[in-house]
């Protein structure tokens, strides 16, 4: 049973790029989290997402950043023209929705270097 | 809203010590609590989880916690390490409304627990 996966692992762009960042939830996983991790510091949340819907996008900067989980395919982060301080961590999970307790399952991470 | 304190950001530690690392929370609604674990540079891995019932829960790799509710803890304890325990350990909690979390977990800063040969 493949775990989440997110791609690419490492990305790099230059000061006004856009970067998109993919994730792939488990099989069987209709929901998606975002989060961030800042160098130096603890993961920040930053949207949740079901298919075709944003639930709580309370974390997201207002700016630059969007994201999407559409009816196919994988969940999308774009951050476009990007700046210095984007350089982070980007950590995608997914839950099944389903039960008490909607326990997280977390991909390898997107590691964005902006230069 | 809910908060996380992980009370410490490094525990240096002997191999075959025992460890806790410690973590406390605040919320104005009821909480579910996790331990996370991540290795260097990789993703986060579920240790362990608190939802009702016994407050001492265990995980995986030898791990348990115990939920204090007077006390706002969850504090995360292993009677003897191994180097293989060497990484970065992360609290979270989510809301719990009605007895069905919130999707978002708000997490800690951080332990990051080295083990010493």
């Known amino acids: 049973n493949a775990g989440v996966m997110q791609n690419p692992r490492h990305l790099v762009r230059r000061r006004g790029q856009e970067a998109r960042l993919r994730c792939s939830p488990m099989k069987g996983h209709s929901h998606v989290y975002w989060y961030r991790q800042l160098p130096e510091e603890g993961l920040k949340f930053m949207v949740y997402l079901q298919k075709e819907n944003i639930i709580d996008e309370s974390g997201m900067p207002k700016e630059r950043f969007s994201a999407e989980f559409p009816k196919e395919g994988p969940s999308i982060l774009r951050i476009q023209q990007v700046v210095r301080g984007d350089s982070a961590a980007y950590f995608c999970?997914?839950?099944?929705?389903?039960?008490?307790?909607?326990?997280?399952?977390f991909g390898p991470g997107t590691r964005l270097t902006v230069l | 809203a809910q908060s996380v304190t992980q009370l410490d950001s490094q525990v240096p530690v002997f191999e075959e010590a025992p460890v806790e690392l410690r973590c406390n929370y605040s919320?104005?609604?009821?909480?579910?609590l996790f331990w996370y674990v991540q290795y260097p540079n990789q993703g986060l891995q579920l240790l362990l989880k608190?939802?009702?019932?016994?407050?001492l829960v265990k995980g995986i790799n030898g791990f348990e916690a115990e939920f204090n509710k007077s006390q706002t803890s969850f504090h995360l304890r292993k009677p003897s390490v191994h180097i293989s325990d060497t990484a970065e350990y992360f609290c979270a909690v989510s809301g719990n409304a009605g007895g069905t979390s919130y999707g978002k977990l708000t997490f800690g800063q951080g332990t990051i627990l080295t083990v010493h040969p």
């Open positions: 919320s104005s609604v009821s909480v579910y």
């Open positions: 999970a997914s839950s099944s929705g389903q039960g008490d307790v909607d326990t997280q399952y």
């Open positions: 608190y939802l009702s019932g016994s407050t």
